[in-house]
């Protein structure tokens, strides 16, 4: 059920319930009654008849005592003052009166993160405060690779086993996670630049998607121009949350060395690092290495992966490893099935866990970001000193 607080309801004009029946109250205390009485209360919506400023007080006071409920506040005006208040108040969304469409979707939204949020809670009380995840970023300098491919059914396969596991797609101009696997991307990394300075886990869960149990998405934005709006400070602190409330963020990248990737690169426990059996890809692979060992990254969190091993292109699994001078964790085989899958909108490791494609991903998933020692589980990145950044 969703409470309405406005001392003139009529005046939210309100015409939907999004689960189930609307309560109302005139006024915040009636509000706060109501959600004492009836543990199940996750949504309040605050009409624009209430002073912003007990708005914003309600909200900071039921957060802590009430951390499933969410609040959207619809106001007459909008101004990036009032946005930014909210969001450090708790409030899940600020939307603008009169726009039925945008409050429908916020309070749908909030009551997906709710739902969530009590998910999670049910499963492991603890595991959002206790949580010391891994970040593994998945990374070719070539295109066509198959990294998406990779990073989704990577994601996939570590989520099989009980965890909780967040795909997180920095492809900020062409990210394909979403298309990948036919995922409405409502919500993106666009949605977090009003938090920038003071993302928390609240504000870090209402940006994503869930995609299946135990794996949810934060998806690169959908409009022309916005990767451009996302400060790489901003990709930082969405990584240290998630770091907190996932076992593990596998972040997608795109084909360049951009300071939103190389950020992605410092904070992450493991790089895996994919090539395929060609002079062009193995060459960035090589180029890439010599950046990594330039940049300090040890090399012993670093995993190559050979995608379309037994492709007949006249070069060897062991021509590769001697061209790029380091050893291949892993050999993915071709097969037509992987765009298959990729049409369908189902990665392989679900759609078909038998295949060798998904029997290699597993496998590797298993043995080189699960089966890691206890020593580099629990050890947050190190800092390292980076020859040529900006502000380092």
Do not use: W
Request: with cysteine; hydrophobic share 45%.
């Amino acid at each position: 059920m969703t409470i309405l607080c406005d001392p003139n309801p009529t005046a939210t004009d309100v015409h939907f319930a999004p689960d189930g029946a609307l309560l109302y109250a005139d006024s915040l205390q009636e509000a706060a009654r109501l959600v004492q009485d009836d543990p199940a209360e996750l949504l309040v919506v605050i009409g624009p008849n209430v002073a912003s400023s007990e708005a914003l007080r309600f909200a900071g006071a039921l957060r802590p005592v009430r951390p499933a409920a969410g609040v959207v506040l619809v106001r007459a005006e909008l101004d990036v003052t009032t946005l930014t208040e909210a969001l450090r108040a708790g409030v899940r969304e600020v939307v603008q009166y009169g726009d039925q469409a945008a409050l429908a979707e916020a309070c749908s939204r909030s009551l997906e993160v709710s739902r969530g949020f009590l998910a999670g809670s049910a499963q492991e009380p603890a595991a959002v405060a206790g949580r010391d995840g891994r970040i593994v970023t998945v990374f070719a300098a070539k295109g066509g690779c198959g990294k998406t491919t990779l990073a989704i059914n990577l994601a996939v396969a570590l989520a099989r086993d009980g965890c909780r596991v967040c795909l997180v797609d920095l492809d900020l101009a062409f990210g394909d996670v979403a298309i990948s696997v036919q995922a409405n991307p409502a919500r993106t990394i666009i949605d977090a630049v009003r938090m920038a300075g003071h993302v928390d886990t609240t504000g870090a869960a209402s940006l994503l998607t869930r995609y299946r149990s135990g794996l949810d998405l934060l998806l690169a934005p959908v409009t022309p121009g916005d990767a451009e709006k996302i400060p790489p400070q901003l990709v930082k602190e969405l990584l240290t949350v998630l770091r907190g409330m996932y076992d593990h963020v596998v972040v997608d990248t795109p084909a360049q060395f951009s300071e939103h990737v190389l950020l992605a690169m410092d904070a992450s426990a493991h790089h895996v690092l994919l090539t395929t059996p060609d002079v062009p890809a193995l060459k960035n692979l090589r180029v890439t290495l010599d950046t990594f060992d330039m940049l300090s990254y040890p090399a012993d969190i670093r995993s190559i992966v050979l995608n379309r091993s037994d492709a007949k292109v006249g070069l060897t699994a062991e021509d590769v490893a001697r061209v790029v001078r380091s050893p291949i964790a892993v050999q993915v085989p071709s097969s037509r099935e992987v765009p298959v899958s990729i049409n369908k909108g189902t990665p392989i490791v679900l759609d078909n866990p038998g295949h060798p494609v998904s029997q290699a991903i597993m496998r590797f998933a298993q043995d080189r970001l699960q089966d890691s020692p206890v020593s580099e589980r629990s050890a947050a990145p190190a800092p390292r000193r980076l020859v040529g950044r900006r502000g380092r």
